[in-house]
Nanobody, 117 residues
Framework: QVQLVESGGGLVQAGGSLRLSCAASGSIFSFKSMGWYRQAPGKQRELVATITSGGSTNYADSVKGRFTISIDNAKNTVYLQMNSLIPEDTAVYFC???????????WGQGTQFTVSS
């Protein structure tokens, strides 16, 4: 059973930067893709960014040019570097890992961060 543990949340001022980390309990080589999703109060969970095992990335329009997703295979960790933060980025951020092929994805417990104006 794979476990995903997010870290790096907190409070940051608008315009600031923050990096989230998601550490997997085992090797991430078996995953076809990993990603970050977020859920703001009263809203549905939405995709933020994904990265495939081949290194292809995909971003929500709202974060393009501000967020960068990356993987450190040696550390079994996926990162989300977030710059130029705005209050609308405030949410609980969840890490996701998928093996594809119709299998159920894995989710972390989420990490909260708030962007103050």
């Amino acid at each position: 059973q794979v476990q995903l543990v997010e870290s790096g949340g907190g409070l940051v001022q608008a315009g600031g930067s923050l990096r989230l980390s998601c550490a997997a309990s085992g090797s991430i080589f078996s995953f076809k893709s990993m990603g970050w999703y977020r859920q703001a109060p009263g809203k549905q969970r939405e995709l933020v960014a994904t990265i495939t095992s081949g290194g292809s990335t995909n971003y929500a329009d709202s974060v393009k040019g501000r967020f960068t997703i990356s993987i450190d295979n040696a550390k079994n960790t996926v990162y989300l570097q977030m710059n130029s933060l705005i209050p609308e980025d405030t949410a609980v951020y969840f890490c996701n890992a998928s093996r594809g092929g119709g299998s159920s994805p894995y989710w972390g417990q989420g990490t909260q961060f708030t962007v103050s104006s």
